[in-house]
């Protein structure tokens, strides 16, 4: 099992930043991808950011690429996601989440990818 916790949410002007954390329990970090997932108001959950296991490869939904930065610090079982120039849309609850261990897939934009979740913290956006 893997318990996540997320932090760093709050509310921010647009154009603003912010940084979420994602702090994980168990001593097998290392080895699963690490995701980033929001969940708008009235809207589905959808995918924002990924960072895999082997090696650190990235991948951005297009509406963040160039504003948002994932990252990772295997030593501190946390993940990152450095939010710039934030935009009203962004606005939404924000979500880690954790693939199975040594997982290797293309789906990296799948929710039924990662089993394991935070309970999400919200990001407010004003205009």
């Known amino acids: 099992q893997v318990k996540l916790v997320e932090s760093g949410g709050g509310l921010v002007q647009a154009g603003g930043s912010l940084r979420l954390s994602c702090a994980a329990s168990?001593?097998?970090?290392?080895?699963?991808?690490m995701g980033w997932f929001r969940q708008p108001p009235g809207k589905e959950r959808e995918f924002v950011a990924v960072?895999?296991?082997?090696?650190?490869?990235?991948y951005y939904d297009d509406s963040v690429k160039g504003r948002f930065d994932i990252s990772r610090e295997n030593a501190k079982n946390t993940v990152f996601l450095q939010m710039n120039n934030l935009k009203p849309e962004d606005t939404a609850v924000y979500y880690c989440a954790a693939t199975n261990a040594y997982r290797r897939s293309t789906d990296y934009y799948n929710l039924s990818e990662y089993p394991y979740w935070g309970q999400g913290t919200q990001v407010t956006v004003s205009s």
């Open positions: 168990g001593r097998t970090f290392s080895t699963r991808n």
């Open positions: 960072m895999g296991w082997n090696g650190g490869s990235t």
